[in-house]
């Protein structure tokens, strides 16, 4: 840090990291992947000449450890040839201390064997029936241990331990492939947590149900076309709330920094409290302190605490997620710390960390048992929305009918569209809080490098009236 | 850079794993770097290099790999050590054939190979990028402008104890660009071995005319039309295609459409989409990484299903023979690299004279898998949706969701355009012209 001051940053910050990973996965009764990696290196920011330059290396042993300093330098004076104002950040304390993942149980130090037994059962019990092409288990293992100094006198030392791991079957005929996993799709649930994620999943006791229901669905009737009331599951709702919500409301690409990659946003600054987002139900809170969220840090990585921010209230739009330099540009006094890295090669940009639809008083058995017509989709299967994030279209696994208040046949390759503003307005219930989950995503593109974020989503089942379904065929 | 001599001195002193059947070990390292640009402006510029060594060890027909970016003596003996441990504690894969041997010859010949490698490339720095930049800007004039001009140099060496050992340099440079015009907004993207290749102002120039062209765009219903895709939205789509159905692990697992269709016609006739290293625009290494040279395989032949990629386990699974497209991930199988779509010897204008009542996309975004078998896909049209009416592009449009199965799309392709776009894909490269399709599917609307 002093290296690049003494060349002429005005700001600095440093991350040195080492990331340590491991991955298993099993498929049809075979462990296919067995892989331990690390990866150490330091990261430079800095500002300079009023312009932004960063230089990262894995050479943290070099004869030189403060070569990459200097060229973030030389980075940023090369940007600042094309600059038309100067970097601002919104100011913020100076932080010291640590931070550690809170954990029951060290999965690292969980024997190897214990692990692949427990994926290689869960994937033989879904093997009941030849048509069950890939049976799969994973399990995903994360640690980053990182240390961040600050030219504004911040330093914090950080571990982060997050767990994955999920099932899934794929049975196939002549006819069709059909997908179930669980505990929910994008290799299941992830969390800031230790192995007590993964026994508390039993996933060899659920096993065999998953493959059943894969089995039944290449038989079940498609998804019928038409309009009609839509309960979708926790973990759907989580992908809605990332696509619909979490993207569009960071502020980077609002104010257009994202226009030719991930995108932008319908979104102004201007509608800070002004814009109908959703109906009344509907409360979303970014909040980088969630217990066990995926997304939960003790500090992002310009060194900002996470504030929980109100991003909708009561259906009003009202927050944003922020950075230093984009809080300071809609004239906002503080971060609300949203930027993190995807390892230490990686500049920081705005992501989300979770981002929480508040539990309501209803529950899933209410929502069915009050819904004369509809559909009940659960666990992502595919998504796409536009540029904008207006535009969606999302695929589950699997759905019911919902008749007369009970669920009826089930239902294949289902799908749902929709328009944002429209489809939020349109929610009249939400379950409550004990069918409230936080969903990790593990795997949210953005940015150019393309970075990977993993981030949560608290979600309970919901409804939505008026949504427009379709089969994915 | 680590140079050839000492990359393969290092992947041949790594192989030593005491108490191993079989040991590979992949060293990959990248350095370069990529200037980013939003609202006229550079606002996001990174510099940086990483050096990354794989060690994968097989005990009989077990195996596991550990890796790690510290290059000494010690963390490589100790990413054997970790990664023979883990092997002997896996259960056997009696399917697992073994690493393979030293057979066969590259396809890309040595002046190609040196031509893959473009010093200047390698060579350019922060200051050399934004100037490219500034370049750009001030041929968009007052529209603004974003994107990011990158430029990379990279390095694999792999050996293995059954006799491979292989090195490959080879350098990329990419440019991106949007516009945006009043409401009208254009895009560009492409890749090269040589970055002085990027001709970025009169890139820009094109986007400009095609931004300015884009102001006012009305509605338009969703239905069913005959489309122009131009090269950057064919090979968003075909790359998704590849990704869901080119490699055979998507095969074993009952999920391609080559499960039941291959020998079958899929495609229109005058549709080819090949995989090939040697083609002159072909980005990337001559072997996969299990160090197998990489074969040219025709996937979809003049429309026909041909056959899929391989790597050694699913060939071993499915009783053939590797075609050199491990992609270094048993999870996800082998994949296809350096696929072009064989071009055709029209023009975009010539494609779109052919159309009577149609659109003309230029790219697509958020693609995504909705029936994997039947190659539905679903996304968004972005940055220029135009109307062609007889035979001519009018006026733009609003954007539009499709929902399509590609091999439908390409079963009624009319005209595949000549010129073949380069695009940065998957490790490699993906070469794609215009195509005309004789119906497309678009099932709802966006207001933009």
């Known amino acids: 840090m002093q290296a690049a001051l003494d060349a002429g940053a005005g700001y600095a910050d440093v991350r040195v990291q080492e990331l340590e990973t491991e991955e298993l996965a099993v498929r049809n009764g075979v462990l296919e992947t067995a892989e331990l990696a690390t990866s150490a290196g330091v990261g430079v920011r800095v500002v300079v000449d009023g312009a932004w330059g960063y230089a990262a290396t894995s050479e943290l042993d070099g004869d030189d450890p403060a070569a990459a300093a200097r060229l973030a330098v030389d980075v940023g004076r090369a940007s600042a040839k094309v600059k038309r104002r100067d970097v601002v950040l919104a100011p913020a304390e100076a932080q010291s201390g640590r931070y550690e993942t809170p954990y029951k149980e060290d999965p690292f130090a969980v024997g190897l064997s214990e692990k ?4 290689i059962a869960a994937s033989e019990a879904m093997r009941t029936d030849k048509r069950i092409m890939a049976a799969t288990a994973a399990l995903g293992l994360r640690r980053e241990r990182t240390v961040f100094v600050s030219s504004e006198g911040s330093l914090l030392v950080q571990t982060i331990l997050q767990t994955g791991t999920g099932i899934s079957a794929t049975a196939a005929d002549d006819y069709d492939a059909q997908h179930r996993s669980y505990p929910g799709g994008h290799g299941g649930q992830h969390a800031c947590a230790g192995f007590e994620l993964v026994r508390n999943l039993a996933l060899v006791e659920a096993a065999p149900g998953v493959a059943e229901e894969a089995l039944a669905l290449l038989t079940a009737p498609a998804c019928p076309v038409g309009t009609t009331s839509v309960v979708l599951d926790g973990s759907q709702v989580a992908l809605q709330i990332h696509e619909s919500v979490g993207h569009p409301t960071e502020l980077d690409r609002i104010l257009g920094t994202e226009a030719a990659y991930a995108g932008t946003s319908f979104l102004k600054p201007s509608d800070l409290g002004r814009l109908t987002y959703g109906s009344q139900h509907v409360t979303i809170v970014s909040d980088g302190t969630s217990p066990g969220g995926l997304g939960t840090v003790g500090w992002d990585d310009e060194g900002v605490r996470p504030s929980p921010t109100f991003l909708i209230r009561d259906g009003l739009l009202v927050g944003f997620q922020t950075s230093r330099e984009t809080a300071a540009a809609i004239g906002q006094d503080r971060s609300n710390g949203t930027m993190r890295a995807d390892g230490w090669i990686n500049y920081p940009l705005i992501r989300m960390t979770n981002v929480n639809l508040l539990p309501g008083d209803s529950s899933l058995e209410e929502l069915i048992a009050s819904t004369d017509d509809g559909i009940y989709m659960t666990t992502n299967r595919s998504w796409s929305i536009d540029d904008m994030r207006k535009n ?7 759905a019911w009918e919902i008749k007369g208040g009970r669920l009826g046949r089930m239902l294949k390759n289902p799908m749902y569209q929709g328009i944002t503003t429209e489809f939020w307005g349109s929610c009249d219930g939400i379950a409550g809080p004990s069918q409230w989950t936080i969903w990790g995503v593990p795997n949210c593109g953005k940015g150019q490098p393309m970075q990977t974020a993993r981030v949560g989503h608290g979600a309970a089942p919901a409804r939505f009236r008026k949504v427009a379904v379709r089969a994915a065929e | ?11 041949e002193k790594a192989l030593a794993v005491d108490g191993a059947d079989e040991v ?9 770097g990529l200037t980013r640009f939003a609202d006229s402006i550079i606002h996001q510029h990174t510099e940086r290099s990483d050096a990354q060594i794989k060690i994968r060890v097989v005990t009989g027909k077990r195996s596991a790999s550990a890796s790690t970016n510290r290059l000494d003596d010690a963390a490589i003996a100790q990413t054997g050590r970790r990664a023979l441990e883990m092997a002997c504690l896996s259960p056997p894969d009696y399917l697992f054939p073994g690493l393979p041997g030293d057979f066969g010859a590259s396809l890309v010949t040595p002046s190609q190979e040196a031509e893959r490698f473009d010093q200047a490339t390698a060579a350019a720095t922060p200051g050399w990028r934004a100037d490219r930049v500034a370049e750009a800007v001030l041929a968009a004039g007052d529209r603004p402008a974003a994107g990011f001009f990158s430029t990379s140099a990279d390095e694999v060496a792999l050996t293995n104890t059954n006799g491979v050992r292989r090195h490959a ?3 990329v440079a990419a440019f991106t660009c949007m516009l945006r015009s009043g409401d009208g907004t254009a895009h560009h993207e492409s890749a090269a071995g040589r970055a002085g290749d990027i001709p970025v102002v009169a890139i820009t120039e094109d986007l400009a005319r095609w931004a300015d062209r884009g102001r006012g765009a009305g509605d338009v219903e969703p239905g069913t039309y005959p489309v122009v895709l131009m090269p950057l939205a064919v090979g968003e789509m075909v790359e998704i295609l590849a990704y869901m159905g080119f490699g055979a692990k998507d095969v074993l697992n009952g999920e391609s459409f080559f499960v039941d269709r291959q020998g079958d016609a ?14 002159p625009r072909s980005l990337g290494a001559a072997f996969d990484l299990e160090g197998v040279w990489r074969q040219r395989v025709a996937v979809i032949d003049r429309g026909v299903a041909n056959q899929p990629v391989y790597d050694t386990r699913t060939a071993a699974e ?5 075609t050199g497209h491990a992609s270094g991930s048993q999870e996800y199988g082998p994949y296809p690299a350096n696929l072009h779509i064989v071009p055709g010897h029209q023009t975009s204008e010539e494609l779109v004279a052919g159309v009577e009542r ?4 230029r790219r697509f975004w958020y693609v995504n898998v909705v029936n994997q078998r039947e190659t539905v896909l679903t996304g968004m049209t972005r940055d220029g949706l135009f109307l062609i009416e007889d035979g001519a592009v009018t006026k733009p449009v609003h954007n539009l969701r499709f929902t399509q199965s590609v091999l439908d799309g390409l079963s009624g392709c009319s005209g595949v355009g000549a010129d073949l776009a380069c695009l940065s894909s998957g490790g490699g490269s993906l070469l794609a012209p215009a195509l005309r399709l004789d119906a497309f599917n678009f099932t709802s609307a966006t207001s933009h």
């Open chain 1, 116 to 119: 692949v037994d427990l994926l």
């Open chain 1, 392 to 398: 969606f279209q999302f695929g589950c696994e699997i």
């Open chain 2, 1 to 11: 850079m680590i140079g050839a001599e000492r990359a393969l001195e290092l992947a």
């Open chain 2, 24 to 32: 590979e070990v992949t060293l990959y390292s990248e350095s370069g």
């Open chain 2, 169 to 171: 340099t080879f350098t």
């Open chain 2, 266 to 279: 899929v495609a229109s006739p005058i549709v080819s989409i090949v995989d090939d290293v040697a083609h």
């Open chain 2, 318 to 322: 499915a009783g053939t023979t590797t």
């Open chain 2, 358 to 361: 149609g659109l003309l996309v």
